[in-house]
């Protein structure tokens, strides 16, 4: 397929996926955004087996096919790079040569590894990461953070309306050779915007001057941790304004309040579960409620409420009333405290998969020297948003501020 066939019929179905998204025919849309999928994944493999074609046509002739690459929507799908094998450009050894050498001593990249289309509004735009090296950094980001796994994660372009169910159709009994009324599921749309996270990171001189898995160790790490403490804390508590909007913003289903001077008891507990529909709903608190508040509280027959399991890896898995409990950084939310000045949420019931964090632009980043310390000083940027699309599974529990 020629490249112009192949981004006509993809703005054809581009533009039928538009016009039933507008009818509200949420099924139909759906599958013609598959078509969309399949189109695309069909003119990439038809790329790479052209690129090959042409690089063992070019191979025959003697002719330099070094740097050779072939784009899909002004991604490289395919090179002919001097390594065998690369066929992501920047997941090659060259690259990652270049990607150290720029992190680290400022070296400009060469011009065949610049993205000519690079937003050059802000001085902030610097260079993508190799592919390996951010997968490292998202699998790191996973098993550091205790919502992020939790959460749903899409890719969408920020600016896209997304469809979402805001509505379930009941099913009815009918008598034999009855029919039931029809039911239209409402549609509504939840909308990601650019949202700029950043964080500064440093990678020692010495560091910096070993080989590039040394390197590479040392910057996922540091990158993971910067950026999950980020995310998390917007997750749970974010403005939406600025940065994504967190759960604790939203209106939730059902609120169990705590009196002034009193503590969480086995009744508030009760009465939450009883407001919790969900069952995939989990707690989370910081670990000083837990351990202060629910720990050791026992219900009407003197059974505990609570319980500590130990998984294989050995950490402590909490518990209440059978359901899990997510235990939170003190960052993200209050902790319970013997009088605060104002309501404060200090536990709430959520089903996580109800929030959607986007991340639609890859991350890059952009370092430059602190001369106090010869520390290379890296800017990792990443253009993401966040919002919960279904607020029904959120129960919270309030201390209040006020008698």
Same mark, same amino acid.
């Given at each position: ?9 993809? &703005? ?9 998204? !507008? ?7 759906? #599958? ?7 189109? !695309? ?20 002739? @003697? ?9 899909? *929507? ?31 001593? @400022? ?11 690079? *937003? ?63 039911? &239209?599921?409402?549609?509504? @749309?939840? +909308? ?29 790490? *540091? ?37 002034? #001077? ?21 707690? #989370?608190?910081?670990? &000083? ?6 720990? @050791?509280?026992? !219900? ?57 964090? *986007?991340?639609?632009? #890859?991350? +890059? ?39």
């Amino acid at each position: 397929m020629k490249k112009e066939q192949y981004l006509e019929a993809r &703005k054809g179905l581009l533009a039928e996926a538009q016009a039933l998204l !507008d009818d509200g025919k949420l099924e139909d849309f759906q #599958a013609k955004t598959a078509e969309v999928d399949a189109l !695309d994944q069909r003119y990439e493999t038809e790329a790479k087996a052209q690129a090959n074609l042409d690089a063992l046509t070019d191979k025959r002739s @003697g002719a330099d096919i070094s740097g050779a690459a072939v784009s899909v *929507n002004g991604r490289v799908v395919a090179t002919m790079g001097k390594e065998a094998g690369d066929e992501d450009i920047y997941d090659s050894g060259e690259y990652k040569r270049a990607f150290m050498n720029y992190v680290c001593r @400022g070296t400009p990249m060469p011009e065949r590894f610049r993205n000519a289309d690079a *937003n050059t509004k802000t001085g902030d735009a610097g260079v993508i990461i190799p592919t390996h090296t951010v997968q490292k950094i998202y699998e790191a980001m996973e098993n550091t953070g205790m919502i992020l796994p939790l959460v749903t994660h899409t890719t969408f372009p920020g600016g896209v309306t997304v469809p979402t169910s805001s509505a379930k159709p009941a099913a009815t009994w009918v008598n034999e050779g009855n029919g039931s009324d029809r039911q &239209k599921k409402a549609i509504g @749309g939840i +909308t990601f915007t650019y949202h700029k996270l950043r964080c500064a990171i440093s990678i020692s001189y010495e560091v910096a001057n070993m080989a590039y898995p040394v390197f590479e160790a040392q910057f996922v790490q *540091n990158v993971a941790e910067a950026m999950v403490k980020a995310k998390e804390t917007a997750i749970i508590s974010g403005s939406g304004t600025g940065q994504p909007k967190g759960i604790l913003k939203e209106t939730a289903a059902g609120t169990v309040s705590i009196a002034k #001077a009193a503590h969480i008891s086995y009744k508030d507990l009760c009465a939450a579960e009883a407001a919790e529909e969900d069952e995939g709903a989990l707690w #989370a608190m910081t670990k &000083k409620t837990y351990m202060n508040e629910i720990e @050791g509280m026992t !219900d009407e027959n003197g059974q505990p409420v609570a319980r500590v399991t130990y998984g294989l890896n050995g950490k402590p898995q909490y518990y209440i009333l059978g359901r899990r409990v997510v235990i939170v950084n003190s960052d993200y939310m209050n902790s319970f405290a013997g009088t605060v000045a104002a309501d404060s949420v200090v536990a709430f019931l959520y089903n996580f998969h109800d929030y959607i964090f *986007n991340e639609g632009v #890859a991350m +890059t980043v952009k370092p430059y020297v602190d001369e106090e310390t010869d520390d290379t000083v890296i800017k990792a940027i990443e253009i993401c948003d966040g919002k919960s699309v279904r607020n029904t599974s959120l129960v919270t529990v309030v201390q209040k501020g006020t008698a």
